[in-house]
C-alpha cells in the first residue's frame, strides 16, 4: 500500500491521559498535514510540516497539542491531558512540494480519538 | 465569518437522477477549489480540483464542477447518480494569503450526504 498511514486506526483514552498518534505520508511527498474532524463538520486544519520543518502551527488547538516530524519521514501528533472535547478524528495527509500538486492532498484513513 | 458553505446536508436520489451540489465560499480574489468524496468506512479521496483556466472542470467517475467567480460558486455536478455514489462530499478552498490562506490550508464546507436509492 503507498498511500498515506496513520496508526492506531481507534484510540479510547480516558480525560486526563496523554495519547500519540502516528502518520507515514506516501514516501515521495515532502509535505505532511494535520486535520481534526468532529461530527458533522468538515475536517480542520491543524498544522503543516515541509520535510522536517513545521511551518505552520498557529491553529494547534491549544498548548496541548504539539506535532513532531523529526526525520522529515513519519509524523507525530501528541495530545497531553486529553479533554472530553478532543473526541474526534485526526485526519493526516501528504502532498509533493512544488507545483500545482503541492496543493492536492491525499489523506490517510484517520485516527479516531474517544476520550471517557 | 469567512466560510465554506454547502448548502444541503442530505439529498436522496434515486439511480439515474442528476445531481448538483451547491458550495459557496466568501473570499474575494484568488482562491484554489476542491471536491473531496468520503465512501462509507473509507478515506477522503479528491473528486476534482480547479485552480485556474477552463471553469468547467472534469473530475473522475463522471463528476465535473463548474467554477463562476461572480457567484463564489462551485457547484458539483453529475448527469446520472449511480447507488455507488453514496457517500459524502466535502467542497474546500484555499483562500488567499490575504485571508489566511496557506500552503495546505484547506477550508472544508461541512460536507453533503448523498444517498443514492437503488
Known amino acids: 500500500d503507498t498511500g498515506v498511514s496513520q496508526d492506531p486506526r481507534h484510540k479510547i483514552t480516558k480525560r486526563g491521559q496523554n495519547v500519540t498518534f502516528r502518520c507515514d505520508p506516501i514516501s515521495e511527498h515532502n509535505r505532511l498535514y494535520w486535520y481534526r474532524q468532529t461530527l458533522g463538520q468538515g475536517p480542520e486544519f491543524l498544522t503543516y510540516f515541509q520535510n522536517e520543518a513545521q511551518l505552520e502551527k498557529s491553529r494547534l488547538l491549544s498548548d496541548r497539542f504539539s506535532a513532531e516530524r523529526p526525520k522529515g519521514s513519519f509524523s507525530t501528533l501528541e495530545i497531553q491531558r486529553t479533554e472530553q472535547g478532543d473526541s474526534a478524528m485526526y485526519l493526516c495527509?501528504?502532498?509533493?512540494?512544488?507545483?500545482?500538486?503541492?496543493?492536492?492532498?491525499?489523506f490517510g484513513a484517520g485516527s479516531r480519538l474517544t476520550v471517557l | 465569518a469567512q466560510s465554506v458553505s454547502q448548502h444541503n446536508h442530505h439529498v436522496i436520489l434515486s439511480e439515474a437522477a442528476s445531481l448538483e451540489l451547491g458550495c459557496n465560499y466568501s473570499?474575494?480574489?484568488?482562491?484554489?477549489l476542491f471536491w473531496y468524496v468520503q465512501y462509507p468506512g473509507q478515506h477522503l479521496q479528491l473528486l476534482l480540483k480547479?485552480?485556474?483556466?477552463?471553469?468547467l472542470v472534469k473530475g473522475i467517475k463522471g463528476f465535473e464542477a463548474e467554477f463562476i467567480k461572480s457567484k463564489f460558486s462551485f457547484n458539483l455536478r453529475k448527469p446520472s447518480v449511480q447507488w455507488s455514489d453514496t457517500a459524502e462530499y466535502f467542497c474546500?478552498?484555499?483562500?488567499?494569503?490575504?485571508?489566511?490562506?496557506?500552503?495546505?490550508?484547506?477550508?472544508f464546507g461541512k460536507g453533503t450526504k448523498l444517498s443514492v436509492k437503488p
Open positions: 474546500a478552498v484555499i483562500p488567499p494569503m490575504n485571508y489566511g490562506g496557506s500552503q495546505g490550508n484547506l477550508i
Open positions: 480547479y485552480f485556474s483556466g477552463d471553469p
Open positions: 473570499y474575494g480574489g484568488t482562491v484554489n
Open positions: 495527509a501528504s502532498s509533493p512540494r512544488a507545483g500545482d500538486g503541492a496543493n492536492v492532498l491525499t
